[in-house]
């Protein structure tokens, strides 16, 4: 059974780095593409970047430098990690993953997690 | 980025016919997907590369297009269909969203 999960800190203070972990099950990273998306509350989803099968990355460039995502296949665990966090950057944080190639959509996703940035 | 618009809400009764529309600034290719969202919970893929029905997805939905215009069609729809839809695209980097159709069944 293919499965997400995001774990990060509720709040952080501005300026500060956000980091969350996305631990997944039923599926090994060598073989699943996983999108890091977030989502303000009240308003749409935004893909922020994504870890290929292959270890490649990919970024939006609307988060310049200020994005990294990792992994550590033995543990299952896709990062991300995001620097001189501001207000905007408040919003629930999903990480989705697909088997199926980079033009293929992800099909699972995790719960989510909210993460509140404060002055 | 490829923007896409939808329409921000649409309000319909049950047993009815909905299309909720996306259009993208630039082709996509076929390379659309549609994702349903209820509140509080995370977006379920409904339809991907324009027209697959993604598996475990009721056959009352449907997607079509290509190039710079899509649909997504609920028939007909159920009270359980309240939510808000989002298209996607992946053939531009960055992957890029729509900004929502709240579906609201009266």
Not at chain 1, 41 to 58: H, R, S, Y
Not at chain 1, 97 to 103: C, S
Not at chain 2, 26 to 37: A, I, K, N, P
Request: net charge negative; charged share 15%; proline share 5%.
């Amino acid at each position: 059974q293919v499965q997400l999960k995001e774990t990060g800190p509720d709040l952080v203070q501005l300026t500060q780095t956000l980091s969350i972990t996305c631990t997944v099950s039923g599926f090994s990273l060598t073989t699943y593409n996983v999108h890091w998306v977030r989502q303000p509350p009240g308003k749409g989803l935004e893909w922020m970047g994504a870890m290929w099968n292959g270890g490649g990355t990919d970024y939006n460039s609307a988060f310049k430098s200020r994005l990294s995502i990792s992994r550590d296949t033995s543990k299952s665990q896709v990062f991300l990690k995001m620097n001189s966090l501001q207000t905007d950057d408040t919003a629930k944080y999903f990480c989705a993953g697909t088997m199926y190639t980079t033009d293929y959509p992800p099909d699972y996703w995790g719960q989510g997690v909210m993460v509140t940035v404060s002055s | 980025d490829t923007v896409l618009t939808q329409s921000p809400a649409l309000a319909v009764s049950p047993g009815e016919r909905v299309t909720i529309s996306c259009r993208a600034s630039e082709s996509v290719s076929t390379l659309m997907h549609w994702y349903q969202q209820k509140p509080g919970q995370q977006p379920t893929l409904l339809i991907y590369l324009a027209s697959n029905l993604e598996s475990g997805v009721p056959a009352r939905f449907s997607g079509s297009g290509s190039g710079t215009d899509f649909t997504l069609t609920i028939d007909p729809v159920e009270a359980d269909d309240t939510a808000t839809y989002y298209c996607q695209q992946s053939w531009n980097d960055p992957l890029t969203f729509g900004s929502g159709t709240k579906l609201e069944i009266k």
